[in-house]
């Protein structure tokens, strides 16, 4: 009797380890580099119910943002120059707020440069070119579930946006170019429902144990 | 003195009186002032931002200078453009596009241009120039301005501000001749993005400077023409006056 309770408790532990396992399924797409501005749609799969039962969805965002200011002076005299840019990115599930949204991504700089120095390069003394390039990242824990476990994909909507200004001599050829990439990735994090095979394992193991104790209670009967 | 007075004075007299009237209407001639202007001509740009404006010296033989006065005739002239540089057709939107700051420098005084302001527009959809090609595009020189395809004028495009009339604004100290005169072009500020853009200011104009003097006291050219008649009339009389007292004796 006692060998009959021992193999009873190690199947339902079995079952209850194998129902209650936490499994991670994750998915990742991303927009590559390009001119801003842009508003993209980026598309994820939704949470397959069949799996199991939804517990964690963990949102990753990264976004790239290159930036470059220019300007040369073309002027017989030296001029000082003020340029700024700033890119500011932003994600939203589409049709529902934005999840993430970075710090503005800002270049600015000034200065003086010399009287035309010959050569039209955005370089040498009368000329300046400034290049950044920065990545921001973030992590959002999502809890409206529901709203993943679905067989369509997931749509998020993301954008990127650049704006520059430049004050630089009248004589003179200036300029600002910004370009962005963004990248989601998620994780869905679930309880599997053991699969059928899972319970005919167990319940194979569950019948051997049986017949096994059956048949030691038998040779002691003998 | 009235007529009846007039009347009673001897011919002599009479004579006399009208030629201390002719004298002294020939020296508030002599007393006027004169003045000797000299314009000349300059065309400032960014390859030449100065020149010296050679005037001539006052001429001291025409009389005592009193005042110099100086005036400009300037005019400005910017052009600007800006180039679709996103590497795909696109539209160039800008806002705040504005010309400040220019000025004419004439030895140490200035001279300052009204600001330009140019507003917001948007180019509509250009081609976009790509590197290194917008190098050349953008190169200094209007004529390239004007060649490049991919420019957009904004419909302000070529404005000229204009100064006219500063006279009186300057006073050369020590009557110099030789004036420098410079110009700054400002500064050019948009606000845009994944675009470039050219900004060119030039200045063309005249300026001109005025001597005003005091001529030379010369007797006026009538004057010779009343001394013989005072000595004429002064002969009348005499003989007058001799034939009188002959009949009187």
Known sequence: MKTHRFFALVAGLMLAGAAQAQQVVSYFAQIPQSTTNWTKMLQLPGFDSNLGTLTQVKLSYSGEVWQSLFTENQDGNGSSYDLLTTATLSLAKTGGPALFTPAAIVLHRTGSVTAFDGSFDFGGTSGVTFSQDQTVSGMYLDPSLASYISTSPIGFTATARGVSSWSTSGNSASGALTSAASSLGVEYTYVAIPEPSAYAALLGAAVLGIVTIRRKQARIVD | ?249
């Open chain 2, 1 to 249: 003195m009235s007529s009846q007075n007039y009347r009673q004075l001897s011919p002599a007299r009479k004579i006399l009186s009208a030629i201390i009237v002719l004298l002294a209407a020939g020296c508030s001639v002599v007393a006027k002032a004169n003045t000797f202007s000299e314009s000349l001509s300059f065309s400032l740009n960014p390859a030449d931002t100065s020149e010296v404006l050679h005037f001539d010296p006052f001429n001291l033989s025409l009389g005592t200078l009193e005042s110099v006065g100086f005036s400009f005739d300037a005019t400005r002239r910017h052009d600007w453009a800006v180039w679709n540089i996103a590497g795909e057709p696109a539209s160039v939107d800008y806002a705040d596009a504005l010309l400040s700051g220019t000025a004419l420098h004439l030895d140490a005084s200035v001279f300052d241009f009204a600001d330009q302001s140019y507003g917001s527009g948007s180019t509509g959809t250009l081609p976009s120039v790509s590197f290194p090609t917008f190098f050349s595009e953008a190169q200094a020189g209007r004529t390239q301005f004007i060649n490049g395809l991919d420019a957009v004028y904004p419909s302000a495009f070529n404005p000229a501000g204009t100064l006219t009339d500063l006279a009186g604004n300057y006073s050369p100290v020590g009557f110099p001749t030789d004036l420098n005169l410079s110009y700054d072009p400002g500064h050019f500020s948009i606000v845009a993005n994944n675009a470039l853009s050219a900004s060119l200011v030039d200045i063309t104009g005249t300026a001109t400077l005025t001597f005003t003097y005091q001529p030379v006291s010369v007797p006026d050219s009538s004057l010779g023409l009343f001394v013989p008649v005072l000595w004429v009339g002064l002969l009348v009389v005499a003989k007058r006056r001799r034939t009188e007292l002959s009949r009187a004796v």
